[in-house]
């Protein structure tokens, strides 16, 4: 998944949108998953959003990929609120890979990708107004590595090959903005790190909900923390993710130290907090 396709990339970072949310809150009958968040995603840069299971990151992400509507605060992107922008507009500036990659229907590999045009055809879906959309749909099977399975039926595909073929449908719609809900749940470690290398080459303003702090370490110029629906840190990853917040929301003893062979931090525990050593 090394590939990279002037069809997809959109160049320099002062080309692409920040996303931005202030003030957002989200309540569940009387339970509030969201409280009062703000959250700045620089345009080129890619951000993590961490926190522990139920911290509300799901939720986070579907609020600023205009799916659900918040209780309290905004979303912009551009400097535009993200509710003011027509339909067609908002699915062709922000694309969101969700958690689960599912479809109903025996769709080919190339069809799923394909799905991904749907936004740049004529209002009656025509296909051809989308002059570029056949080119779009091949450098994306290329870059996802699934051209040679670009006719294989999606229900005979592996867990970490239904994930990719939903990254080539989103990257297919060209976003500016790319939203990740633990994408990489279903991949196994060389492919976790063949996704994420992806996706800083791409180069778009990336906001991704991810588990493994190393690879946040790793991969992402900054991070927001949530824990309980609040953001505990935010910042640079060297700054953000300090001893002191992943004590806190983490209960760990840990910190970042310089990676003994690479140019970017990574983390090293000692074990749950209060853990005696041996």
């Given amino acids: 998944m090394s590939h990279r396709t002037h069809c997809v990339h959109r160049g320099g970072h002062g080309d692409l949108p920040e996303l931005t949310a202030a003030g957002v809150t989200v309540r569940l009958g ?19 959003l961490l926190g522990p299971n139920g911290s509300g990151k799901t939720t986070l ?4 990929a205009g799916l659900r509507r918040p209780d309290a605060g905004e979303v912009q992107v551009g400097g535009a609120d993200l509710r003011s922008l027509p339909d067609r507009r908002r699915a062709r500036t922000l694309a969101l890979v969700e958690q689960h990659a599912a479809t109903t229907v025996d769709l080919t590999v190339r069809e799923v990708v394909t799905l991904g045009r749907l ?12 002059t570029r959309g056949a080119e779009v749909v091949e450098d994306v099977l290329a870059m996802v590595g699934l051209a040679p399975l670009a006719e294989r039926p999606w229900g005979t595909l592996s867990g970490g090959e239904r ?3 939903h ?13 990740l809900d633990e994408p990489t749940n279903h991949l196994d470690l060389g492919q976790q790190l063949r996704f994420l290398s992806l996706v800083r080459e791409l180069g778009l303003t990336a906001v991704a909900a991810l588990h493994d702090l190393e690879l946040a370490a790793a991969y992402c110029d900054d991070v927001v923390v949530l824990d309980a629906g609040r953001v505990r840190g935010a910042g640079p990853v060297d700054a953000a993710l300090t001893a002191r917040l992943l004590a806190e929301v983490y209960g760990v003893e840990a910190s970042l130290a310089p990676h003994p062979r690479l140019a970017r931090p990574h983390l090293v525990w000692d074990g749950p907090r209060g853990e005696g050593t041996a």
Avoid: F, I, K, N
Wanted: zero cysteines.
């Fill in 119 to 130: 936004p740049h055809r004529g209002r009656l879906g025509g296909a051809a107004r989308d």
């Fill in 167 to 179: 990254l080539g449908r989103t990257l297919a719609q060209e976003p500016e903005v790319l939203l």
């Fill in 30 to 48: 009387d339970r509030t998953v969201l409280d009062s968040v703000d959250l700045r995603a620089a345009g080129g840069r890619v951000t993590g």
């Fill in 163 to 165: 994930q990719r073929a």
């Fill in 61 to 64: 992400l579907h609020v600023l």
